[in-house]
């Protein structure tokens, strides 16, 4: 089907370098577009935030290539050198509350700072505005190549 | 898609470098890269962001223009219009003029 198309248009450039690996002779016809965003209502202030003690932000699925466990890892690391900064993880699992979220994955030694790792669970678009605009830092650590988007 | 949320938003990004994040970010302007499946990566790109609030107030505003200049629907709808015009060189001036017209030649034809 891809061969037969006069373009073929991508997501990213990896989407396009993936797509020249299965389908050769084809990178003439693909164009990278990328995915759109719609502008927000009412764009944040910086003053809303608490310079001292940021909030991170992570958002999607509790899965292996989104990075959690990575990200749990670096909480710690974190931590242990600026102990006042604060972690907001929504999403997770599907139909599973926060509190399910933080007993799955929170290890032991993260619970003396518990108070300051929050796990919400999935939250609606308009609850999701709300931590974008007391957010300071949002991360993304996913691994995956070609797909992440 | 998160990265453009979190930039509109006027947060600072922290992203792997990899797939989407790596073409949408340049990494210490209008956002953080840093290696994929590296927990100590992941918490030197937050530590350096969290630790310098005047330096991650400048990531944020120059991301969240850059996300205006480049992401925002309008621009994307255009470049995928320069897409389809590749193919149909006529297509704009056709579909100004008359959304439907093709199809009816095509149906009165059939």
């Known amino acids: ?149 | 898609m998160v990265i453009l949320q979190g930039m509109l938003h006027g947060l600072a990004a922290a992203a792997s470098a990899v797939g989407g994040p790596a073409e949408i970010l340049d990494h210490g302007r209008t956002g953080v890269l840093f290696a994929p499946r590296d927990a100590a990566a992941v918490a030197e790109a937050i530590l350096r962001l969290a630790n310098d609030p005047d330096g991650r107030v400048r990531i944020a505003e120059a991301g969240a223009r850059d996300v205006r200049e480049k992401w925002l629907w309008p621009r994307i709808v255009e470049k995928m219009r320069r897409v389809y015009e590749e193919l149909v060189p006529s297509a704009r001036r056709v579909i100004t003029a008359r959304p439907t017209a093709g199809l009816h030649a095509l149906a009165d034809a059939a």
């Open chain 1, 1 to 149: 089907m891809i061969r037969d198309a006069d373009r073929v248009i991508a997501l990213t450039r990896s989407e396009r370098d993936l797509l020249k690996q299965y389908c050769p002779g084809m990178e003439e016809r693909v164009r990278v577009v990328g995915n759109g965003i719609e502008e927000i209502a009412i764009a944040p202030q910086a003053k809303d935030r608490d310079r001292d003690a940021p909030i991170v932000l992570f958002s999607g699925r509790f899965v292996e290539r989104k990075g959690i466990r990575e990200l749990i890892e670096a909480i710690r690391i974190v931590l242990a050198q600026s102990p006042a900064v604060r972690f907001v993880l929504t999403g997770g699992h599907r139909h599973c509350t926060g509190a399910q979220m933080e007993s799955w994955l929170l290890p032991a030694r993260l619970y003396p700072h518990r108070a300051q790792i929050n796990f919400t669970g999935w939250l609606t678009p308009r609850e999701m505005a709300t931590w974008y605009r007391a957010a300071d830092i949002l991360v993304v650590p996913s691994c995956m190549n070609h797909l992440a988007w």
